[in-house]
């Protein structure tokens, strides 16, 4: 069974840097093809996906956020962290992480989600 | 700034058959790149309906189908009921000259009358 949960801050001051801290259990970010996303939801607007680590370090950005993110892993831990920089109230959102699945970029497994709010 | 663009609302009566479609360029859908689709009930996370086009997850009745072509791709439900209202994104990656990375659609509200 395959569960992925989120944590961190859910407020953030502006120009702070958020970490957030993805647990997973179920699976091993070592296999082949296999990835965690992060991805967030401004309050009543749509879904925006934002980074994706894969089993090999490989990594992927939304570009208009590139500069302001990273994603790490710790496989050992079963964690994946993202780092954003310079937070903003627009930044406000629930956060997800999500499990990708080794045969195909779709997303099955998803955490319950995170509301930050950037607010001085 | 979706490069996915779906119709803001679509609504049907019980019983009947919707479509949502799902727009995109020949640097995501259009290049060959398989296409997801989620239904969200608010408050929760994205439930996975469709992935790779037209495969649906255990669970998934097969009223619900998916489909592609060219630089496209649509949802349907058939048989539509008061559960599935909620809100449907399409996924697709894009290998656009600004970097590789996943993108969602711009979102469909569905309303069962």
């Known amino acids: 069974q395959i569960t992925l949960k989120e944590s961190g801050p859910t407020l953030v001051r502006p120009t702070q840097t958020l970490t957030l801290t993805c647990t997973f259990s179920?699976?091993?970010?070592?296999?082949?093809?296999?990835?965690v996303a992060w991805i967030r939801q401004p309050p009543g607007k749509a879904l925006e996906w934002l980074a994706l680590?894969?089993?090999?370090?490989?990594?992927r950005y939304r570009p208009s956020v590139k500069s302001r993110l990273t994603i790490t892993k710790d496989t050992s831990k079963n964690q994946v962290f993202l780092t954003m920089t310079n937070m903003d109230p627009v930044d406000t959102a629930t956060y997800y992480c999500?499990?990708?699945?080794?045969?195909?970029?779709?997303?099955?497994?998803w955490g319950q989600g995170l509301l930050v709010t950037v607010s001085s | 700034q979706s490069v996915l663009t779906q119709p803001p609302s679509v609504s049907g009566a019980p019983g009947q058959r919707i479509t949502i479609s799902c727009t995109g360029t020949?640097?995501?859908?259009?290049?060959?790149?398989?296409v997801h689709w989620y239904q969200q009930v608010p408050g929760t996370a994205p439930k996975l309906l469709i992935y790779?086009?037209?495969i649906r997850p255990s669970g998934v009745p097969d009223r619900v189908s998916g489909s592609k072509s060219g630089t496209s791709a649509s949802l349907a439900i058939s048989g539509l009921q008061a559960e599935d209202e909620g809100d449907y994104y399409c996924q697709a990656y894009d290998s656009g000259l600004s970097g590789s990375h996943y993108v969602f659609g711009t979102g469909t509200k569905v309303t069962v009358l």
């Open positions: 020949s640097s995501n859908i259009g290049a060959g790149y398989d």
């Open positions: 179920g699976f091993s970010l070592t296999t082949t093809n296999v990835g």
């Open positions: 999500a499990h990708r699945d080794d045969s195909g970029g779709y997303h099955l497994y």
């Open positions: 790779a086009n037209n």
């Open positions: 680590i894969y089993w090999d370090d490989d990594t």
